[in-house]
């Protein structure tokens, strides 16, 4: 017998947030994850030995695949300064000479950039004048970052990275710039693809801004790109999650929030310690996930040692 009742209306994406809704995201956030003199590496603290080698443990077949863009070097509308790369030896003459001659190179980069992949340090983002769990923005110098910077990952991340590939739930190649991640994406993909995130993972979303970006052709992402929803921070915070990365840079724009250009990075490094990962690339990683029917691995992530840097380059690698 059919039912009298009506069918359940389809969710609606959430929208813009108001100042008061997201400062009230804020305050719940940042209180749930404690503050810095409790948790001195931020959410990583969640990634305890034993994690990582129940990580390492669940290696199957050894192949290895790196999460990282080729650096950019040449100028276009994501990366109006691209960064440099030039051979400072040998010289011309060199080439040809008989002995013992070394090649060098030089190279230079704007860490923060909108088409790079690379870390963003605890220190990255300051927020009503104070850090991750209120630090000063006085410890911020021209000599560099006196607390929550690069050197509290000199030793590395590794742990269990999960990719959670929206454009896949939603049966599309990529998301369009504009479009939002919710909560509810996050937990679909997440049972579809049986792969539960938990406490200390390093959690990894796919829009599939890499792939648009190679079809067609870099766009200025300062006015449009693909992101998570502020709100879909409640899943990490409820999931326990250490590290986000995305392909693109975690923010939607234009922004759900008036006045906060990036509130995913002002919730997740600002309010909770979660390091972030920006502009990663899951093109090779995502068949290979894909042929295994395992979302999940091990995931090596090494920054440069720039002890009071704010971020670095860097190349996370997934071990299956």
Known sequence: MASDQPAPAAPVPPGDLSEAAFRELYRRLRERAGDAGAQQRGALGRLTPERVVAAAASVGCGRAVSLAAAVET???????????????????????????????????????????????????????????????????????????????????????????????????????????????????AEAAQRSPVGPGDLLFVRVGHRLRRRSLGPWDVTRARAGLHPTAMEFLAERGVSVLGSDGNSDAAPSAVAGVGFPVHVLAVNAMGVHLLDWLDFEALTPVCAELGRWHFLCVVAPLRLPAATGSPVNPIAVL
């Open 74 to 188: 040449h100028s276009a509308p994501d990366s109006p300064e691209p960064a440099t790369h030039r051979m400072t030896a040998p010289a011309p003459a060199e080439r040809d000479a008989p002995g013992l001659v070394f090649a060098r190179d030089r190279f230079a980069m704007n860490v923060h950039n909108d088409v790079d992949s690379h870390l963003d340090a605890l220190c990255h983002v300051l927020f009503d004048g104070e850090l991750y769990g209120g630090v000063p923005a006085r410890t911020l110098t021209p000599a560099g970052a006196e607390a929550l910077s690069l050197d509290l990952v000199r030793d590395g991340i590794v742990g269990r990275g999960v990719l959670l590939d929206i454009p896949r739930l939603r049966g599309a190649r990529w998301l369009e710039p504009g479009d939002r991640v919710t909560a509810e994406d996050l937990g679909a």
